[in-house]
């Protein structure tokens, strides 16, 4: 095969598994046009709303379990394949839910859908990548976020200017002018069908096929994105990795992977302790809280997203060149210098100007080249074969449960203890967080994943 069909080939599987992340993206930011009006329709409580976006979260941890325990069974590629199957449900579900109790369902069923994602697809991509250009492959996924959360705003935002018109059709009147909330879901059916059609064109990963004794396959497989040598080189290197795993099986709690495990688990814990999530979405209402006029909160969302999207770019440009530590120590001071401006403006009350819209749209800015795609990049790529889809759930499962932590306690700090204590806890946060990934983090930028245990073992 010529280079270009096979760095063709390549993208087109990377490209699409990253499809996982824009449903991921668009599935948990759609819920926060939709709420409202979900809110008002079914008469819901405080419990009940919450119930009704955590319900979303706990759907996460149930499918990263579930991806824990099946996908080294069924394959990388049956789990996209469920994942995608799930949007597609939970997406026509929630759209066409009778009820209350259906529309958690089917949010249960997303949330399902987006755990599973966030676990196979980075891995996935990271098991085809090149060693030299697996950086850039994986933020491609973090891109894929970034869009889903915007296009989940715009379609809001368009549906809801159809709420309350008056249409002809009796069923259009009801579905798109009383009910707009159901359109948003319905949405995020039209990328889980693309998702899934494309999915059919991708292959197993290499990784797995050699794993479960398809080494045929795997040559096959690898033959389709890697020259001829390249691909009988790295064929050799993972066989090797393989039978080394088979003559001395290791426990994923041994002592050899302690490292990548802690690496991987407070690096998860830490990216959603910088308070990302309780600024892409509280943002809007903060600017308001600070007096800046926000009748326009959709355009502060969408500067807040298209800065997160625009800036991730700079993570794909140049994570494989200069390597992951320095973009992560770059991009945590500019975190920690904006948290800490922000606290200061509002702990002296000088809000109204545009140095807070600046502050905070820096703090966006530096997440999206460093913190966001980097966390992923290394989760992914630090532990062997042998172990990776189960060390990837435990670190995946600790963001999880990290998400819900600042999501439980966020609205709570706000309201006790004020903004400038809140963005200063997320500071001290950041600070750990910089300190850890230059002292303990290990660069493995250019290394191949059959490579990476000699990172650990005798790191540099
Ligand atoms: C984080 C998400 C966050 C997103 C924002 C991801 O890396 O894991 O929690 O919503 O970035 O772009």
Not at 21 to 34: K, Q
Not at 387 to 393: G, L, N, Q, T
Request: charged letters at 15%.
């Amino acid at each position: 095969m010529k280079p270009s069909s096979y760095s063709a080939r390549l993208n087109y599987i990377c490209v699409t598994a990253a499809l996982g992340g824009l449903l991921f993206g668009f599935d948990t930011a759609v819920i926060s046009g939709a709420i409202g009006l979900v809110k008002s329709q079914f008469a819901l409580d405080t419990a009940m709303e919450g119930w009704l976006v955590s319900c979303g979260l706990l759907g996460c941890i149930i499918g990263v379990l579930l991806t824990g325990i099946a996908s080294d069974r069924i394959g990388r590629r049956k789990t996209i394949l469920l994942a995608g199957i799930m949007f597609l449900v939970s997406g026509i579900g929630c759209a066409f839910a009778s009820g209350f109790s259906m529309l958690v369902a089917a949010r249960l069923i997303g949330g399902i859908g987006v755990g599973m994602a966030s676990v196979v697809s980075p891995m996935y991509i990271a098991e085809f990548a090149p060693a030299a250009s697996r950086g850039r492959m994986i933020a491609w996924y973090q891109l894929a976020i970034t869009v889903g959360i915007l296009l989940a705003y715009f379609s809001n935002a368009w549906l809801v200017s159809y709420s309350g018109t008056a249409f002809t059709n009796s069923t259009a009147q009801w579905f798109f002018g009383d009910e707009a909330w159901r359109p948003m879901f319905v949405m995020m059916a039209i990328p889980s069908v693309a998702f899934l059609a494309l999915l059919l064109k991708v292959p197993e990963s290499p990784r797995w096929l050699i794993a479960s004794n398809q080494k045929d396959k795997a040559r096959d497989v690898l033959e389709q994105v890697r020259s001829q040598e390249a691909a009988a080189k790295e064929l050799d290197d993972i066989v090797l990795a393989s039978q080394k795993a088979i003559a001395a099986p290791k426990s994923i709690f041994g002592a050899s992977f302690r490292l990548p495990l802690i690496i991987g688990i407070v690096l998860a814990v830490l990216q959603q302790f910088s308070g990302i999530n309780a600024i892409i979405y509280y943002g809007p209402s903060i600017f308001k809280s600070a007096g800046i006029d926000s009748s326009n909160a959709l355009l502060f969302q969408v500067i807040i997203g298209a800065i997160n999207l625009g800036f991730t770019i700079i993570a794909i440009k140049w994570v494989d060149k200069y390597g992951r530590k320095k973009l992560l120590a770059i991009g945590l001071s500019g975190i920690i210098l904006s948290l800490v401006v922000c606290g200061f403006l509002f702990y002296t009350g000088k809000t109204q100007g545009i140095v807070l819209l600046i502050f905070m749209l820096m703090y966006i800015a530096c997440f999206a080249f460093s913190l966001g795609p980097i966390t992923w990049i290394v989760i992914n790529e630090i532990f062997p074969t042998e172990i990776r889809v189960k060390a990837v759930s435990i670190c995946t499962m600790a963001l999880w449960v990290a998400v819900w932590i600042v999501g439980q306690f966020f609205p709570w700090l706000l309201e006790n203890f004020g903004p400038a204590f809140t963005f200063w806890s997320f500071a001290v946060f950041s600070l750990i967080n910089f300190i850890f990934s230059w002292k303990i983090v290990k660069e493995t930028k250019g290394k191949s994943l059959e490579e990476m245990e000699n990172v650990f073992i005798a790191p540099h």
